[in-house]
């Protein structure tokens, strides 16, 4: 499957926030990339600023254009506040479940550990990234993949208290997802009133 392969730095400053995590290159030139980036003054539409802000979402998860329209249609289907529930479904990937209990440094990585078969969700081994995990469910690491260096470099220090819709097992090496996170717990910078009202043009 197509993914953005390019430079992270570049998708960071055009957005001005270190989506991707901590960003040495975007500290240095918070302007947009390109020779005029530092120049511009356009005044961008209102089409233009819900645009960015999905494309924003999309480059954080790691979501392509039709899994992220899907998403939202099913979000947009339940009973709810639609971009809240869209933001609850890109929160349950299994993806970034992993990366959120500290077990992947970064979404691509989860992704990876996910695509490689070094991942279980209640003891069976799933490498679909895009699976959907369920409150109760237990999301740990297979028990040959446990040394792993990059998994336990990641989970060294690593703070599983900051996200309280999970919890951890050291021990075990696996975590739980005890609910879908309330809107004001994901600590993402998106505004997804603008994705909603975006798709509903």
Do not use: C
Not at 82 to 92: R, S, V
Not at 115 to 120: A, C, E, F, Q, T
């Amino acid at each position: 499957m197509a993914r953005y392969t390019g430079p992270k730095s570049r998708i960071a400053r055009k957005f001005g926030e270190a989506i991707f995590g901590p960003d040495k290159v975007l500290a240095k030139r918070n302007y947009p990339p390109g020779q005029h980036g530092n120049n511009r003054r356009k005044k961008t539409s209102e089409y233009g600023i819900m645009l960015a802000e999905k494309q924003k979402a999309k480059y954080t998860y790691g979501v392509l254009e039709k899994q992220f329209r899907n998403m939202f249609e099913k979000a947009a289907s339940a009973n709810g506040i639609t971009g809240e529930i869209l933001l609850q479904n890109l929160e349950a990937r299994l993806d970034n479940v992993v990366f959120r209990l500290g077990i992947a440094p970064t979404r691509a990585a989860a992704r990876q550990l996910v695509s490689h078969r070094h991942i279980v969700v209640d003891g069976k081994v799933v490498n679909i990234p895009s699976y959907s995990v369920k409150p109760g469910q237990i999301v740990g690491v297979r028990e040959k993949s446990k040394s792993l260096e990059v998994i336990a470099n990641s989970l060294a220090g690593f703070n599983h208290s900051k996200y309280p819709w999970m919890e951890w097992d050291d021990a075990s090496k696996a975590g739980k997802l005890l609910h879908l996170p309330e809107r004001a717990d994901i600590p993402e910078n998106i505004k997804e009133q603008l994705i909603v009202e975006l798709y509903s043009k």
